[in-house]
């Protein structure tokens, strides 16, 4: 097996040619010629991520975030970043970041937040092309429900510690837009759609000031996306189910935000 047979079944699922122009997806680590002979898939390749590879005998990692993503002035050890390419360089791992490219697909990011919380109806939030591909989901809830409902809902669903709103509604929901990661710049297009309700993360102070009829809710930026390392490890195995792939041991540790209650 070759790292361009695993890249090539990704970017089936999830083209490299849609990636956001400011994004960094694809192979950021190693050649599509090289020999592979396990994957470990994870969130972010972190210097764990890529230790653990190695204790796995895996030769190739796959993750959401990409490594190198703004450019890089210095590698060094004492920089997470610098350690994780020192590491998979020393150890000949190959990584490879299907970021926006599975944030825009249906099939991705955003459309497992919609199964998750069992959305009817549901379409791509901001369309391109043909409309098969694009940021964010709507869709309708099972049923209607107050602000307060859908907080209870939701923090069931994604299985959360906290989630931070706006002024819960009153009136009942029916249609929910979500995305994925980082979408606060996208809640003009939720609110043009009709939802009542955009599910998200990152979201600023400043947008939490909601209009009459409209409510957001932040539930984290790892919540939010963390079921696409499922999705990938499910795509590498409906194409090479006899190859060794696995996903990260240590993915429910790996969120960066730890919530505390003092």
Same mark, same amino acid.
């Given at each position: 097996?070759?790292?361009?047979?695993?890249? +090539?079944?990704?970017?089936?699922?999830? /083209?490299?040619?849609?990636?956001?122009?400011?994004?960094?997806?694809?192979?950021?680590?190693?050649?599509?010629? =090289?020999?592979?002979?396990? @994957?470990? %898939?994870?969130?972010?390749?972190?210097?764990?991520?890529?230790? *653990? #590879?190695?204790?796995?005998?895996?030769?190739?990692? %796959?993750?959401?975030?990409?490594?190198?993503?703004?450019?890089?002035? !210095?590698?060094?050890?004492?920089?997470?970043?610098?350690?994780?390419?020192?590491? #998979?360089? !020393?150890?000949?791992?190959? @990584?490879?970041?299907?970021?926006?490219?599975?944030?825009?697909?249906?099939?991705?990011?955003?459309?497992?937040?919609? !199964?998750?919380? *069992?959305?009817?109806?549901?379409?791509?939030? %901001?369309?391109?092309?043909?409309?098969?591909?694009?940021?964010?989901?709507?869709?309708?809830?099972?049923?209607?429900?107050?602000?307060?409902?859908?907080? +209870?809902?939701?923090?069931?669903?994604?299985?959360?510690?906290?989630?931070?709103?706006?002024?819960?509604?009153?009136?009942?929901?029916?249609?929910? +837009?979500?995305?994925?990661?980082?979408?606060?710049?996208?809640?003009?297009?939720? &609110? +043009?759609?009709?939802? &009542?309700?955009?599910?998200?993360? =990152?979201?600023?102070?400043? &947008?939490?000031?909601?209009?009459?009829?409209?409510?957001?809710?932040?539930?984290?930026?790892?919540?939010?996306?963390?079921?696409?390392?499922?999705?990938?490890?499910?795509?590498? !195995?409906?194409?090479? /189910?006899?190859?060794?792939?696995?996903?990260?041991?240590?993915?429910?540790?790996?969120?960066?935000?730890?919530?505390?209650?003092?």
């Amino acid at each position: 097996m070759k790292v361009g047979d695993i890249t +090539a079944a990704l970017e089936v699922f999830a /083209p490299l040619r849609i990636q956001e122009e400011w994004d960094n997806s694809g192979l950021l680590i190693g050649s599509a010629e =090289d020999e592979v002979h396990g @994957v470990l %898939v994870g969130f972010d390749c972190t210097p764990e991520l890529i230790d *653990e #590879a190695v204790e796995k005998g895996c030769d190739m990692v %796959v993750t959401h975030h990409p490594l190198i993503f703004k450019g890089i002035r !210095r590698i060094n050890a004492e920089d997470p970043v610098g350690a994780a390419v020192m590491r #998979a360089v !020393r150890f000949g791992v190959a @990584v490879y970041a299907a970021h926006t490219t599975a944030d825009k697909v249906i099939a991705g990011v955003s459309g497992a937040m919609a !199964r998750r919380l *069992e959305l009817k109806n549901v379409s791509i939030m %901001v369309p391109e092309e043909d409309g098969t591909i694009g940021l964010g989901c709507i869709g309708d809830l099972p049923k209607p429900m107050t602000g307060v409902e859908a907080l +209870a809902y939701v923090r069931e669903k994604f299985g959360l510690k906290v989630i931070k709103s706006s002024k819960p509604l009153e009136t009942p929901i029916t249609k929910v +837009a979500l995305l994925g990661g980082s979408g606060q710049g996208e809640i003009p297009q939720a &609110q +043009a759609k009709g939802a &009542q309700l955009y599910i998200t993360a =990152d979201i600023s102070y400043h &947008q939490f000031f909601t209009k009459d009829g409209f409510m957001v809710m932040d539930i984290g930026h790892f919540e939010s996306e963390v079921e696409i390392v499922d999705i990938f490890l499910t795509e590498i !195995r409906k194409n090479f /189910p006899t190859f060794a792939s696995y996903k990260s041991a240590v993915l429910d540790r790996s969120n960066p935000v730890h919530y505390f209650v003092v």
